[in-house]
């Protein structure tokens, strides 16, 4: 007699998954929800979760989100209201070509099927941001490109006044993916030097950061209003890293 399996019961077939490839091979440029309906169609009920999953992750990091899920299960309300989330995010002010986004795995950067022409020099600025239950910290509008200096930069002039404006002298628990910028020693040591704990956080999984729900809804409220870059440009009290 085999061994009794244990965990979650997988809820697609390898047939479902194959199919799902088709699907994506059809158009890289899909949503989310686009693929899933077309799953659906095809007969597979599913999550827009366990889409990303399937189209997005390797088996070791479906393990470490499992592994990550299952350690925060039964973490509180009040737990949760402890954790600043971050993220950087890029506004794309050429609001003809924004959100578009390709399906591909490593090595198939380069293959006709997964470029779409765009605007050569589009208008953007890359964004770093905040939230947590308690509310929102200021923005950071990023000038060039982020490495572990410019990174801690950030952290200094932004964060810790985000972190004592929402929480005071309480403490907090802080969010960020695993970006090298974030994941470099340097930076690891700049957190220990300032007593900040910070989340582990399984990779590639944007879908479990709620900031990412806010950027969407940032980024809408512009396409349908241009003039509120003018309103939103002076939250940014700080030139940011060169």
């Known amino acids: 007699m085999g061994r009794k399996k244990c965990g979650k019961k997988r809820c697609t077939t390898r047939r479902g998954d194959?199919?799902?490839?088709?699907?994506?091979?059809?158009?890289?440029?899909?949503?989310?929800?686009?693929?899933?309906?077309?799953?659906?169609?095809?007969?597979?009920?599913?999550?827009?979760?366990t889409v990303h999953r399937r189209v997005l992750l390797n088996q070791k990091q479906r393990q470490k989100r499992l592994t990550w899920?299952?350690?925060?299960?039964?973490?509180?309300?009040?737990?949760?209201?402890k954790v600043l989330f971050s993220d950087e995010s890029k506004?794309?002010?050429?609001f003809g070509n924004q959100g578009a986004r390709v399906w591909r795995k490593t090595g198939e950067k380069e293959m006709p099927k997964c470029l779409k022409s765009s605007v050569k020099y589009p208008q953007s600025v890359m964004v770093w941001g905040a939230m947590s239950a308690a509310g929102v910290g200021p923005l950071c509008f990023i000038k060039g490109r982020v490495n572990a200096a410019s990174y801690q930069e950030i952290l200094e002039h932004f964060m810790l006044p985000s972190a004592e404006n929402l929480y005071g002298d309480e403490d907090f628990v802080f969010q960020h993916d695993l970006a090298p910028a974030h994941s470099a020693k340097t930076t690891g040591k700049w957190f220990t030097d300032h007593g900040i704990t910070v989340l582990n956080w399984p990779a590639n999984s944007p879908d479990l950061n709620p900031i990412e729900n806010l950027w969407d809804i940032v980024k809408r409220k512009l396409r349908e209003d241009p003039t509120l870059w003018m309103s939103l440009r002076p939250l940014s009290k700080h030139p940011g890293p060169p």
């Open 69 to 81: 899920a299952t350690e925060k299960q039964h973490w509180t309300v009040a737990q949760w209201s």
């Open 91 to 94: 506004f794309c002010m050429s």
């Open 18 to 49: 194959r199919t799902l490839r088709k699907i994506v091979e059809k158009d890289r440029f899909q949503t989310l929800g686009d693929l899933r309906k077309q799953w659906t169609e095809s007969g597979v009920e599913t999550s827009r979760a």
